[in-house]
């Protein structure tokens, strides 16, 4: 284990003065190893939704997904944290149709569109929001998916013990090389069990969905399975997020280049083959939770390592992705800025 350096620091001003500070931990994995790394990378974080890519893995090497004649539009909803708009909420339904379910079967449990603009359509539309509106609905369906195929109960299915929560188990444990049985686990916002693992694990693991790799760091079948669920959400990027949100924003900005998720609590996951610089995956944790913070540090990073042409920067090449740099009051005006301090 090594010892924690400094973390990148990420600093929201407003006038001439720093007003908070955010520490953010990470680690840059390529083919050698750890490219580079600042913060506590060994201690055991919560990936939360960013570890769904990882936890999508056993829809595929356990046939599920093609005895159900599912395509890369599924695979990449059980991938998503979606707004629950309605290209989510209608693919939701097809799915569960398809494999002979019903939303109520879905153990995500009710959850409002957490965008707000999302949430005042429904309303002002008269529509009451139900599980399939739940930002995982398409991990669940996923879920229940294995349960079908493995022929185990969908009753439970979000059980620790439950043969679909054993096979996400293992599918993490190969992918980052941790050793779960002496980690901490939790459960997550929808009802999952949650596997910590370190930073440098979770970016080992992240380097199995580095697009376009013909030289996976394992077994074959499992590599071949990331490669489609990474191909799956860069083809459609509006179903792993939605409207105005970073992880959608940032794949359409770098068509084919950028496999990217977020995770509640400040969480980030990419893999990333550039144009014209060698792949590399990451890893992130905004320690005091800032989703912004994570946002700024991850464009940060994923610009310094050469997602982009030298010299440009990703924030600079979609204004949606700038904007997460500024800080605006409610009339729009202008009255600060996040960037990287350290």
């Known amino acids: 284990m090594s010892s924690p350096s400094l973390p990148l620091v990420i600093a ?13 931990s990470y680690v840059v994995v390529d083919a050698d190893g750890v490219r580079a790394s600042a913060g506590n990378i060994d201690s055991p974080v919560f990936g939360r939704s960013s570890t769904k ?19 890369d539009r599924h695979l990449a909803l059980a991938c ?35 965008q707000a603009t999302r949430d005042r359509q429904l309303a002002a ?55 779960l049985e002496h980690q901490p686990m939790g459960i997550d916002g929808c009802g999952i069990p949650a596997f910590a693992t370190s930073l440098v694990e979770f970016a080992r693991g992240a380097w199995w969905f ?42 359409l900005a770098t068509p084919n280049q950028l496999a990217i998720k977020t995770g509640a609590a400040g969480v980030f996951f990419a893999a990333v083959r550039p144009a014209d610089a060698p792949p590399f995956a990451l890893a992130l944790k905004a320690h005091d939770g800032s989703t912004i913070a994570a946002e700024v540090a991850v464009l940060h990073l994923l610009t310094e390592h050469g997602l982009t042409e030298r ?24 009255v600060g800025a996040r960037s990287v301090a350290r």
Not at 227 to 245: K, W, Y
Request: glycine content about 10%; some cysteine.
């Open 311 to 334: 010299g440009v920067s990703l924030r600079e090449i979609d204004p949606a992705l700038e904007a997460r740099h500024v800080i605006s009051n409610v009339a729009g005006r202008t």
């Open 210 to 251: 580095v697009p376009g790799g013909t030289d996976g760091p394992g077994d074959t079948e499992t590599h071949s399975a990331c490669q489609q669920i990474a191909t799956a959400m860069m083809r459609h990027p509006h179903l792993v997020a939605g409207t105005d949100r970073l992880c959608t924003q940032a794949m």
């Open 80 to 114: 998503a944290s979606h707004n629950g708009e309605d290209d989510h909420v209608e693919l939701v339904s097809e799915w569960l149709q398809r494999i002979g379910c019903t939303e109520s079967d879905l153990a995500c449990g009710v959850m409002r569109p957490f």
């Open 125 to 179: 539309a008269g529509i009451t929001p139900d599980q399939r509106h739940h930002m995982c609905s398409g991990k669940h369906a996923g879920f229940l998916t294995v349960a079908k195929h493995l022929g185990a109960p969908t009753s439970g299915y979000i059980g620790v013990d439950h043969p679909a929560q054993h096979a996400v188990r293992d599918a993490i444990a190969t992918l980052t090389g941790a050793d």
């Open 12 to 24: 929201a001003t407003r006038g001439d003065i720093p007003e908070t500070i955010h520490h953010v």
């Open 53 to 71: 890519p990882l936890q999508a893995v056993p829809l595929v090497t356990t046939g599920a997904a093609e005895a159900f004649g599912l395509d």
